[in-house]
């Protein structure tokens, strides 16, 4: 069992920025690789970000490469998503998830290939 817990949502105007974390309990954290998603209200669940166990590799959704960095601190247990120059398009939950069954030399962007997920924070960008 792996438990994840998100903080670091909330309010912020078009152009700021904001830091979620993900902290991870239950199993040992630089096994596995992590994965934001989000999903905007109407919409579906999409990929943000992955890393593997090491951070080493890092993969990015288009919509926000060079915005967005993905970053882990496995002495923490703990995965990070720095977000900058927000959108008013990047208004979603943003949700943590866990890949502890494919390996972890890589990182998926499959919603499929994770197997555990926190609760979610959310994020909303005004314009």
């Known amino acids: 069992q792996v438990q994840l817990v998100e903080s670091g949502g909330g309010l912020v105007q078009a152009g700021g920025s904001l830091r979620l974390s993900c902290a991870a309990s239950?199993?040992?954290?630089?096994?596995?690789?992590m994965g934001w998603f989000r999903q905007a209200p109407g919409n579906q669940r999409e990929f943000v970000a992955a890393?593997?166990?090491?951070?080493?590799?890092?993969y990015y959704a288009d919509s926000v490469k060079g915005r967005f960095t993905i970053s882990r601190d496995n002495a923490k247990n703990t995965v990070y998503l720095q977000m900058n120059s927000l959108k008013p398009e990047d208004t979603a939950v943003y949700s943590c998830?866990?890949?502890?069954?494919?390996?972890?030399?890589?990182?998926?962007?499959?919603?499929?290939?994770?197997?555990?997920w926190g609760q979610g924070t959310r994020v909303t960008v005004s314009s």
């Open positions: 239950g199993r040992t954290f630089s096994r596995y690789a």
């Open positions: 998830a866990a890949d502890i069954t494919n390996g972890s030399y890589h990182a998926s962007s499959l919603e499929y290939d994770y197997d555990y």
């Open positions: 890393i593997n166990w090491s951070g080493g590799r890092t």
